[in-house]
């Protein structure tokens, strides 16, 4: 199975850039199956039923969320009822939605960091309750979406789940890493994908507004940047019978026009 794994979407000008690249890679690469983290796909924070929408007619199949998965309160209801789209599995238990979904012979599962993050339920021990529990019959090929800021608790996970999953790929930075590997047991890893957001920005919003921020600690608005939009993904070929990884590698674009 070929996968492609797109790091987080950034408001409309990251939507638009999926919606120009993302059929025009699945013809050209054959990709089997899409999964994009959508947690800024709303104006940078948070994602909406219709966003999400947008995001599946593009050609996702799988939309994961993060720490701006409730930005947009009316997501918490609409998430109920869009199975394709999954919140991190150790939010609180009383949290909508589901940390998991299959989908095209695919086992999704989304987790949030908690390592410069706010507390959380222990993401190793939440992503491992659910892999001791799932049926037998459960599918081989299974990605992680693992949504944490620090490196060192990312590469970590990869560790830790190295043979137990297809893929542990990082999100949540919006700066694409350059250690895409295989494990030795064969689960491919990456730190982070990066982002689909405007290119001269600070992790997809205007440069003077965070700049601004920064130097002298004033409250500000913060808005979407414009311009040359980065598309950041990972292409990951899985054996089918396995379930492991053979290869990873970057798949990076710019979209200079919408």
Not at 29 to 54: H, K, M, P, S, W
Not at 196 to 205: C, N, Q, W, Y
């Amino acid at each position: 199975m070929r996968i492609l794994a797109i790091g987080d979407v950034v408001g409309k000008p990251g939507r638009q850039a999926v919606a120009r690249l993302l059929p025009q890679l699945r013809r050209e690469r054959g990709y089997d199956f899409v999964v994009c983290n959508g947690e800024n796909a709303a104006g940078g924070n948070g994602l909406t039923r219709t966003i999400a929408e947008e995001l599946r007619d593009a050609g996702c199949d799988v939309i994961t969320n993060g720490n701006h998965v409730w930005d947009q309160r009316q997501f918490l209801e609409e998430i109920k009822e869009l199975d394709y789209c999954v919140r991190p599995l150790n939010l609180d238990a009383a949290a909508p939605g589901r940390g998991w979904v299959v989908c095209k012979g695919v086992l999704v599962v989304n987790a949030i960091g908690r390592v410069f993050m706010a507390e959380v339920d222990n993401p190793y021990r939440a992503v491992e309750r659910l892999l001791d529990g799932i049926d037998a019959e459960a599918p081989r090929i299974r990605v992680l979406d693992w949504h944490a800021e620090a490196t060192s608790e990312k590469i970590a996970m990869g560790f830790f789940l190295d043979g137990r999953v297809s893929a542990v790929v990082g999100t949540h930075t919006h700066v694409p890493t350059a250690d895409a590997r295989v494990l030795p047991s064969g689960t491919a890893f990456i730190c982070d994908v990066g982002m689909v957001g405007p290119r001269d920005s600070v992790l997809g919003l205007s440069p003077d507004e965070i700049v601004g921020r920064f130097r002298d600690g004033v409250p500000r608005r913060f808005h979407v940047a414009e311009g040359p939009v980065q598309f950041n993904a990972v292409e990951i070929d899985v054996d089918d019978a396995t379930g492991r990884a053979r290869s990873i590698t970057r798949v990076d674009r710019l979209v200079t026009e919408a």
